[in-house]
């Protein structure tokens, strides 16, 4: 078994399209990405059986649902990247520096990113609208199945019909991430963290994901082997009845020279108490500065991040922040002092940072925007709400049912 032949015929026959299903009646573009991180199998591995099973059972379907592999060179030698993080490349810069060179000039990870941004450009360029995105992840320690969103109310509405926990605002901590270049275009983009990397588990869970979102769709026409109460039940008792919404408050960044470890038996939503040393990097052990709740700790190699801290956020302030947003209550903002539009890009506010102080980061969530610190004296801050596409999915019955 030393040499293994097989390699080099995987190479060539494995396609980035899992599977497309074109329905005969006209329906939503629905599209799936698995194993844009090569050591996370599970969700290509999920889409494969469920478009078995659709092709099995002679199953109909509506619209238009596409499975598209992520990072092929990656998947075959089940590492998260080869040269560098598919998942952190998708900004416009980094975009159109990979469109400037010749193919033979990029390395693995630029051109499956060509590959894909042509592929993403022809399905929104030809399919119908509404479009979904569902991008499927598993993580390096034991979690809940758990959904990340960028925090516009689409993505809310939309998420919550998942029994899983939701993160709010993780794309604030990363750069480049895939879901957030197309959420930015405003469509609706939910990311499934199904479980541990190679688990029976988060393939399970990501097949029960599957057929949920095409049932919430609309793209599958109701079939009586295809029961919506098991596949709920699959993800509500895999997150333990957890289906609250969190969001983000830390990153703890680390770099590949780094030497970074956990300290053995944290896992994601463990909850840790003020002084409880869980980690060590380079050698110092790092303790909770507060209560908090661990999320996603780095129990491998590859990766720039050693964990998250997450905290609930509590329902009057999820309704608060919904009826804020609804009123467009950041058009009273532009009325202060240092509080400015930006006159060709309607969902950017220019902040004085003399300004910004007397705010607070959560207040700025609240409205529905993210900040970023442009220079010295100004912060930028994007409003995914004036991005948002709401008008797309305002006949959808999730949309008018929330
Ligand atoms: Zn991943």
């Not at 092709?55 to 509506?62: A, D, L, M, Q, S």
């Not at 939910?190 to 793209?219: D, V, Y």
């Not at 991040?305 to 009273?332: C, M, T, V, Y």
Request: proline share 4%; aromatic share 12%; with cysteine.
């Amino acid at each position: 078994m030393s040499q293994s032949p097989t390699k080099q015929v995987e190479v060539v026959n494995i396609s980035r399209i899992i599977g497309k299903l074109q329905g005969k009646e006209p329906g939503p573009t629905l599209i799936f990405f698995g194993g844009i991180h090569g050591n996370e199998p599970s969700g290509v591995k999920a889409l494969e059986h469920v478009f078995r099973e659709i092709k099995e059972k002679g199953i109909e379907t509506k619209g238009t649902v596409y499975g598209i592999r992520g990072n092929i060179p990656a998947l075959l030698q089940e590492k998260r990247f080869l040269r560098s993080d598919l998942n952190r490349m998708w900004t416009q810069k980094g975009i159109d520096q990979i469109k400037n060179k010749h193919n033979g000039d990029r390395n693995d990870e630029e051109r499956e990113l060509a590959e894909i941004y042509r592929l993403l450009k022809d399905i929104l360029e030809n399919q119908p609208p509404p479009f979904y995105f569902i991008d499927y992840h598993t993580t390096s320690s034991e979690t809940l199945p758990f959904i990340t969103i960028n925090d516009a109310m689409i993505n809310r509405k939309f998420a919550k019909r998942f029994p899983v926990p939701v993160i709010l605002g993780i794309e604030e901590y990363l750069e480049g991430p895939l879901l957030s270049y197309i959420n930015e275009k405003g469509y609706v983009t939910i990311g499934f963290e199904s479980g541990q990397h190679f688990t029976e588990e988060a393939e399970i869970n990501s097949i029960a994901f599957t057929w949920l979102s095409m049932m919430q769709t609309g793209t599958l026409v109701p079939h009586p082997e295809i029961e919506k109460a098991a596949f709920c039940e699959q993800l509500r008792l895999s997150a333990q009845g957890n289906r609250n919404f969190y969001e983000v408050i830390h990153r703890h960044k680390i770099t590949s020279e780094d030497n970074f470890e956990m300290i053995v038996g944290a896992q994601s939503f463990d909850s840790i108490t003020k002084g409880t040393q869980f980690a060590r990097h380079n050698g110092e052990v790092i303790e909770a500065e507060n209560d908090a709740i661990l999320f996603m700790p780095l129990y491998q190699d590859q990766g720039e991040e050693g964990f998250f801290l997450i905290r609930k956020i509590p329902r009057w302030a999820l309704r608060f922040s919904a009826f804020l947003r609804h009123i467009q209550f950041d058009n009273f903002l532009t009325m202060l002092p240092g509080i400015n539009r930006v006159s060709e890009r309607s969902e950017i506010l220019m902040v004085d940072l003399k300004i910004a102080r007397f705010f607070s980061k959560p207040f700025f969530h609240l409205l529905g925007y993210r900040e970023r610190v442009v220079d010295k004296t100004h912060m930028a801050l994007y409003n995914r709400e004036r991005a948002a596409k709401n008008n797309m999915y305002r006949e959808t019955s999730w949309y008018r049912n929330s």
